[in-house]
């Protein structure tokens, strides 16, 4: 699998990571959630409500926080030849027990994406992949009662690869279905949907899949990994003729092993062809 560092380049979206557990206690590292910041609402009631309708006084945010601008991570992780998406579960009174994308609030003194690495690892785990930014979601209404901006990021990670760890500010941390999603909070289905149409057109028109592949792959096991991402079924001859005319791909002269059907070949993705067939102009499309 090709590795990306962290923090460089602008293209690549896959990369590999690694977990730690978070330490107890509210450090500077800590997160700022929307859970935690609608847990410090100020107890007192005014007679005047902030807006008309509204049930809510107004944040109370901690003095290093942009009160108008917050973070959201979309991770999808292939998980044997599925496509899912990460997702904390809410543990304030609002949303107890519903589920969101992994985001908070942004720090005066960091960032953008650095924001987004701080958050996504303090609340799940996750740590050292590469996070692209997909697009700004800023509809008036999205967030209750206030008016609030957020700054969407995403990656597309292999999810078999590693557990999680749910921070102090969320009850759960797991994967779930892109096809069987449970009841989201704000906007997070929206910034979803869209996500995946970014996503479904970013692999037919770029090689990002084969990372999620074992460095010795079969043209099944390549199918079935667009299958999942595409959510759609391939018809097997085509496929397989697309692929082999892109000669992208290096025949490593092995079958599979251990296996209790016909053995099948194995193949590499040749990123050095690759790249001198893009210098020449070459479009790769799925």
């Not at 949303?95 to 908070?104: D, R």
């Amino acid at each position: 699998m090709a590795r990306v560092k962290p923090h460089t380049g602008s293209t690549p979206v896959i990369a590999t990571y690694t977990m730690r557990a978070l330490s107890p206690g509210y450090t500077r590292n800590s997160a700022i959630t929307h859970n935690e910041i609608k847990n410090q609402r100020t107890s007192a009631v005014s007679d005047q409500p902030l807006h008309p309708n509204s049930h809510f006084e107004p944040l109370n945010l901690p003095p290093n926080v942009i009160k108008a601008l917050s973070i959201d991570n979309l991770i999808f992780g292939l998980d044997h030849d599925e496509l899912k998406i990460l997702l904390v579960k809410q543990t304030d009174p609002m949303h107890q027990g519903k589920w969101a994308l992994p985001g908070g609030w942004i720090r005066y003194d960091e960032n953008l994406r650095d924001a987004a690495y701080r958050l996504l690892e303090e609340l799940t785990g996750v740590r050292q992949l590469f996070l692209e930014q997909l697009k700004t979601f800023g509809r008036v209404d999205r967030f209750p009662n206030e008016r609030v901006v957020t700054i969407a990021y995403y990656a597309l990670v292999s999810a078999e690869n590693y557990s999680l760890v749910a921070g102090q500010a969320t009850a759960d941390v797991s994967w779930h279905s892109a096809n069987h999603l449970p009841e989201l909070v704000y906007d997070h289905a929206e910034i979803i949907e869209h996500g995946l149409k970014v996503l479904r057109h970013q692999v037919c028109h770029q090689p990002i899949g084969f990372n999620l592949l074992p460095e010795k792959f079969t043209l099944l096991q390549l199918q079935a990994l667009y299958e999942a991402i595409l959510n759609t079924k391939l018809d097997k001859p085509n496929f397989r003729r697309k692929i082999m005319k892109m000669n992208l791909l290096t025949p490593c002269n092995e079958k599979q092993q251990g296996v209790p059907h016909r053995a099948a070949n194995l193949y590499r993705f040749d990123s050095e062809a690759y790249r001198h067939l893009t210098e020449s102009g070459f479009a790769f499309e799925i």
